[in-house]
């Protein structure tokens, strides 16, 4: 709700918007920035792993092509905006940690610090030389299972490894018991002797002190390699959460670079304007378009999006007024309307370009929207109730800085109960909250209030009929609608026809029977006192004036003291006091 902090968003996206070339170059390069803030985290909270590393060292390996592009464009851009300039201060030099981090981590990385393999070679020539180590040891294993084979020759001889025995030599149950014969005629103190570990349904296995004091070399070197690899790795570690500051500074700024140069492509692709935001109360949006629809109905190359005005302005202006009644048939598209306007508020206070030939917003400091249908039922509200509770906190916080869209309110009970409510809701938010509002209704009735309410203004949207048929405009102007078409979209939702003809037939005696003019009649007969004065009603009748004669001799009264006469005296006397007070 800051005006400057909007307008500075908005300077940031113009920078981008102006020189397509230098979007296009910050765009590519930042698809090689990752998540700078994400790994961050990740390493702060002792979650990180190696390529957590590898994401800070890409992306702030880009800051300096970034810092290159921009200052090329800004050649042309003096003076440079000052949401560029603060995102590209911000970017700071890691070129030592850039440095550290290339050449302290391998190509192919593991998920896990434990699983080793990380670490560049030529980074640490004592883990090269533990590596180098462990590499030829399993090189020997496999030299020791060939000499095995040949010299008994069992050709299907292994050696396996599991972590209860560890490396062991497994051959068939048929060889092994050959293998155990000629080891009762092998010294004991040669060390090729086969010595029995274990028998299986199929198999035996063996070990030899050969293979024993080569499995304990091995274990050694990839121990002692694993535990300078977590060295290396605490110490990376250490390095980055030193300069842990400077490097979520640079992933807000990668972060904002980011957003400036997104909604200014947005803006160009979808032909986008930059909205004034200022701290007035204007509220006037030219061939506005709902974001939405518009992509939707251009991927499906369907019709182009209607677009159309909204002035809430003041009511000396042709068809403006802070208030809007819009009035109009089902599917011509006054929600729609409605919603376009509360989003091309929300990208306007967000910093971005909005869907409109222009724009000009004061800053609104709450939006409400009640639109839709929903209920509550585990908590025991029905769709009425649950309109009825967000209608009330509209009107219970709205200010005459925010803006309101209302939706069909009073539309889920009785026609004359939503009526009344929708009337007194269209009041008391000219009249108590004087806020910015899109009221949206099928209540026509509501029309005739446009005479007494200075600010409001009754808008419609267009339709024609042409041979028999209606064909929506999707069009808003000034000027109030006298019917809803409902049957008609129920025939085009596909009701059966007998249905139909049956709801027009009803429709017209309905029309015929009402009285012409009454909602007119009760909009000039109402009271024009102001809606902050009204007193809290004490009933549905009316408010409270204090308790009645009737009441007062009532409370007199004491029944255990009346004879059966005195009694029927008493309610003779009652029945006076209210044929006096009636006339």
Same mark, same amino acid.
């Given at each position: 709700?800051?005006?400057?902090?909007?307008?500075?968003?908005?300077?940031?996206?113009?920078?981008?918007?102006?020189?397509?070339?230098?979007?296009?170059?910050?765009?590519?390069?930042?698809?090689?920035?990752?998540?700078?803030?994400?790994?961050?985290?990740?390493?702060?909270?002792?979650?990180?792993?190696?390529?957590?590393?590898?994401?800070?060292?890409?992306?702030?390996?880009?800051?300096?092509?970034?810092?290159?592009?921009?200052?090329?464009?800004?050649?042309?851009?003096? @003076?440079?905006?000052?949401?560029?300039?603060?995102?590209?201060?911000?970017?700071?030099?890691?070129?030592?940690?850039?440095?550290?981090?290339?050449?302290?981590?391998? =190509?192919?990385?593991?998920?896990?610090?434990?699983?080793?393999?990380?670490?560049?070679?030529? $980074?640490?020539?004592?883990?090269?030389?533990?590596?180098?180590?462990?590499?030829?040891?399993?090189?020997?294993?496999?030299?020791?299972?060939?000499? $095995?084979?040949?010299?008994?020759?069992?050709? #299907?001889?292994?050696?396996?490894?599991?972590?209860?025995?560890?490396? $062991?030599?497994?051959? !068939?149950?048929?060889?092994?018991?050959?293998?155990?014969?000629?080891? +009762?005629?092998?010294?004991?103190?040669?060390?090729?002797? *086969?010595?029995?570990?274990?028998?299986?349904?199929?198999?035996?296995?063996? #070990?030899?002190?050969?293979?024993?004091?080569?499995?304990?070399?091995?274990?050694?070197?990839?121990?002692?390699?694993?535990?300078?690899?977590?060295?290396?790795?605490?110490?990376?570690?250490?390095?980055?959460?030193?300069?842990?500051?400077?490097?979520?500074?640079?992933?807000?700024?990668?972060?904002?670079?980011?957003? *400036?140069?997104?909604?200014?492509?947005?803006?160009?692709?979808?032909?986008?304007?930059?909205?004034?935001?200022?701290?007035?109360?204007?509220?006037?949006?030219?061939?506005?378009?709902?974001?939405?629809?518009?992509?939707?109905?251009?991927?499906?190359?369907?019709?182009?999006?209607?677009?159309?005005?909204?002035?809430?302005?003041?009511?000396?202006?042709?068809?403006?007024?802070?208030?809007?009644?819009?009035?109009?048939?089902?599917?011509?598209?006054?929600?729609?309307?409605?919603?376009?306007?509360?989003?091309?508020?929300?990208?306007?206070?967000?910093?971005?370009?909005? @869907?409109?030939?222009?724009?000009?917003?004061?800053?609104?400091?709450?939006?409400?929207?009640?639109?839709?249908?929903?209920?509550?039922?585990?908590?025991?509200?029905?769709? *009425?109730?649950?309109?009825?509770?967000? !209608?009330?906190?509209?009107?219970?916080?709205?200010? =005459?800085?925010? *803006?309101?869209?209302?939706?069909?309110?009073?539309?889920?009970?009785? #026609?004359?109960?939503?009526?009344?409510?929708?009337?007194?809701?269209?009041?008391?938010?000219?009249?108590?909250?004087?806020?910015?509002?899109?009221?949206? #209704?099928? $209540?026509?009735?509501?029309?005739?209030?446009?005479?007494?309410?200075?600010?409001?203004?009754?808008?419609?949207?267009?339709? +024609?009929?042409?041979?028999?048929?209606?064909?929506?405009?999707?069009?808003?102007?000034?000027?109030?609608?006298?019917?809803?078409?409902?049957?008609?979209?129920? =025939?085009?939702?596909?009701?059966?026809?007998?249905?139909?003809?049956?709801?027009?037939?009803?429709?017209?005696?309905?029309?015929?029977?009402? =009285?012409?003019?009454?909602?007119?009649?009760?909009?000039?007969?109402?009271?024009?006192?102001?809606?902050?004065?009204?007193?809290?009603?004490?009933? +549905?009748?009316?408010?409270?004036?204090?308790?009645? @004669?009737?009441?007062?001799?009532?409370?007199?009264?004491?029944?255990?003291?009346?004879?059966? +006469?005195?009694?029927?005296?008493?309610?003779?006397?009652?029945?006076?006091?209210?044929?006096?007070?009636?006339?």
């Amino acid at each position: 709700t800051d005006p400057a902090a909007i307008n500075a968003r908005l300077d940031g996206v113009a920078f981008f918007v102006a020189s397509a070339n230098t979007r296009d170059q910050v765009r590519e390069q930042l698809k090689a920035c990752p998540d700078i803030e994400r790994a961050l985290s990740r390493i702060t909270l002792g979650r990180g792993g190696p390529r957590d590393l590898a994401a800070l060292r890409d992306a702030l390996g880009q800051i300096p092509a970034l810092r290159a592009t921009i200052h090329q464009a800004q050649a042309s851009l003096l @003076p440079p905006p000052e949401a560029i300039s603060t995102a590209l201060s911000n970017l700071g030099d890691h070129t030592h940690l850039v440095t550290t981090l290339s050449q302290a981590l391998a =190509q192919e990385l593991p998920l896990l610090s434990r699983d080793g393999g990380f670490v560049a070679q030529g $980074y640490s020539p004592e883990l090269d030389q533990l590596l180098l180590m462990r590499d030829d040891s399993r090189k020997l294993i496999a030299g020791l299972q060939a000499t $095995y084979a040949d010299t008994t020759g069992i050709n #299907t001889l292994k050696i396996r490894h599991n972590n209860v025995l560890g490396y $062991y030599i497994e051959v !068939t149950a048929k060889h092994g018991e050959k293998l155990v014969e000629d080891a +009762r005629a092998t010294p004991s103190a040669d060390k090729t002797k *086969f010595i029995h570990r274990q028998t299986l349904a199929n198999a035996m296995r063996f #070990t030899t002190v050969e293979l024993s004091e080569l499995e304990d070399k091995i274990r050694s070197a990839a121990d002692k390699a694993l535990a300078l690899e977590m060295e290396i790795f605490d110490a990376l570690i250490a390095t980055v959460t030193a300069n842990t500051e400077q490097v979520a500074q640079a992933g807000a700024a990668l972060a904002a670079l980011d957003v *400036f140069a997104a909604l200014a492509q947005l803006a160009v692709d979808r032909n986008y304007s930059r909205p004034v935001v200022d701290d007035s109360l204007n509220f006037h949006i030219t061939a506005g378009r709902h974001p939405v629809v518009e992509a939707v109905l251009k991927n499906q190359a369907s019709a182009a999006f209607v677009a159309n005005d909204c002035n809430l302005g003041a009511k000396a202006n042709q068809g403006a007024g802070r208030l809007w009644l819009i009035t109009g048939p089902n599917m011509a598209g006054k929600s729609t309307f409605l919603r376009q306007n509360a989003l091309i508020t929300i990208m306007a206070q967000a910093g971005c370009y909005v @869907p409109a030939a222009s724009a000009h917003i004061g800053v609104v400091d709450k939006l409400f929207s009640r639109v839709g249908a929903a209920d509550d039922l585990a908590r025991g509200r029905s769709t *009425f109730m649950v309109e009825m509770i967000e !209608t009330a906190a509209i009107l219970n916080q709205a200010t =005459q800085k925010s *803006f309101v869209i209302l939706d069909e309110i009073g539309r889920g009970t009785a #026609t004359y109960d939503g009526l009344s409510i929708a009337w007194a809701t269209l009041e008391h938010l000219h009249d108590a909250n004087k806020t910015r509002a899109l009221f949206a #209704t099928h $209540y026509h009735e509501l029309t005739s209030l446009a005479g007494r309410l200075a600010e409001l203004a009754p808008h419609t949207m267009k339709v +024609r009929e042409w041979q028999g048929d209606v064909v929506f405009l999707h069009e808003i102007g000034p000027g109030a609608a006298d019917r809803s078409y409902g049957i008609h979209v129920a =025939q085009l939702a596909g009701m059966p026809g007998a249905v139909i003809t049956r709801a027009e037939e009803v429709l017209d005696n309905l029309e015929k029977s009402e =009285q012409a003019g009454a909602a007119r009649k009760l909009a000039a007969d109402l009271p024009l006192f102001a809606v902050s004065q009204r007193p809290a009603p004490g009933g +549905r009748g009316g408010t409270n004036r204090g308790p009645s @004669p009737q009441e007062e001799a009532l409370a007199a009264l004491n029944p255990d003291e009346l004879t059966p +006469r005195e009694a029927l005296e008493t309610l003779y006397r009652l029945k006076t006091l209210k044929a006096d007070k009636t006339g």
